[in-house]
T-cell receptor, first 114, second 112 residues
Framework: GAGVSQSPSNKVTEKGKDVELRCDPISGHTALYWYRQRLGQGLEFLIY????????KSGLPSDRFSAERTGESVSTLTIQRTQQEDSAVYLC????????????FGSGTRLTVV | AQSVTQPDIHITVSEGASLELRCNYS??????LFWYVQSPGQGLQLLLKYFSGDTLVQGIKGFEAEFKRSQSSFNLRKPSVHWSDAAEYFC??????????FGKGTKLTVNP
C-alpha cells in the first residue's frame, strides 16, 4: 500500500484481556519495527523484524508481549493479560532495508486498558 | 548504549520568529541522526537525517539541522515559523544496531 497501515486505530480493553494489534507495512519493505509511546514520553523500542525473523526483541517489556510477522508482510503485536501500564500508543514503522533510510511510520493504535 | 536528550519539553514561539530545538546525543562513534515531527493524532514524519559529510543538513518544510561533533549536538532550526509547524518534534540516533533511539520530544506551540 501507499503507507504503513495500523489497526485498530483505537482499542479499549478490560484489564486482564488479551489484545492483538496489526501492522501492514509498505509493500516491499523488508524491515519492520514496533515502538510504544506512553503519554508525554518518547518512543520506546519494542521489537525489530527483518523479513519474518526478529533479530532484536530486546525492548519487549515482559513475556506478556509477543510479536510475529508473516513473510515480509503483516505483523501482529499481542499483549496478553493486559495491565493498565500497557496503555499507550503503539506505533509501527517499516523501511526498505535499513533504519538508515529513515522509517515510515503508521498512525498508531491507541490502547487504553481500563 | 546510545541515548538522546531533548532539554526543552515545551517551546512557544510567535509566528514568523526563528526556531531552534536542541538535541544532544550520546554515542561513541559518529551516529546517524534524525529529526521527526508528529502532528496531533498522526504518525511521525521524517524531517531530515544526517549520515556523514556536510554537517548542515536541509530537510522538508524549510527545516535544517547542524551536526556538531564537539558538542554532541544535532539542533533543528527554522528561520521563520508558521502556525502549521505546531507539533511535537523528536530527535533520534542510530548507532551500532538497527533500531532508532528517540528523545522524549519537544512540543512546539506557535502563537499568532
Amino acid at each position: 500500500g501507499a503507507g504503513v497501515s495500523q489497526s485498530p486505530s483505537n482499542k479499549v480493553t478490560e484489564k486482564g484481556k488479551d489484545v492483538e494489534l496489526r501492522c501492514d507495512p509498505i509493500s516491499g519493505h523488508t524491515a519492520l519495527y514496533w515502538y510504544r509511546q506512553r503519554l508525554g514520553q518518547g518512543l520506546e523500542f519494542l521489537i525489530y523484524f527483518q523479513g519474518n525473523s526478529a533479530p532484536d526483541k530486546s525492548g519487549l517489556p515482559s513475556d506478556r508481549f509477543s510479536a510475529e510477522r508473516t513473510g515480509e508482510s503483516v505483523s501482529t503485536l499481542t499483549i496478553q493479560r493486559t495491565q493498565q501500564e500497557d496503555s499507550a500508543v503503539y506505533l509501527c514503522a517499516s523501511t526498505a532495508g535499513s533504519v538508515n533510510y529513515g522509517y515510515t511510520f503508521g498512525s498508531g493504535t491507541r490502547l487504553t486498558v481500563v | 548504549a546510545q541515548s538522546v536528550t531533548q532539554p526543552d519539553i515545551h517551546i512557544t514561539v510567535s509566528e514568523g520568529a526563528s526556531l531552534e530545538l536542541r538535541c544532544n546525543y550520546s554515542y561513541g562513534a559518529t551516529p546517524y541522526l534524525f529529526w521527526y515531527v508528529q502532528s496531533p493524532g498522526q504518525g511521525l514524519q521524517l524531517l531530515l537525517k544526517y549520515f556523514s559529510g556536510d554537517t548542515l543538513v536541509q530537510g522538508i518544510k524549510g527545516f535544517e539541522a547542524e551536526f556538531k561533533r564537539s558538542q554532541s549536538s544535532f539542533n533543528l532550526r527554522k528561520p521563520s515559523v508558521h502556525w502549521s509547524d505546531a507539533a511535537e518534534y523528536f530527535c533520534a540516533v542510530q548507532g551500532g544496531s538497527e533500531k532508532l533511539v528517540f528523545g522524549k520530544g519537544t512540543k512546539l506551540t506557535v502563537n499568532p
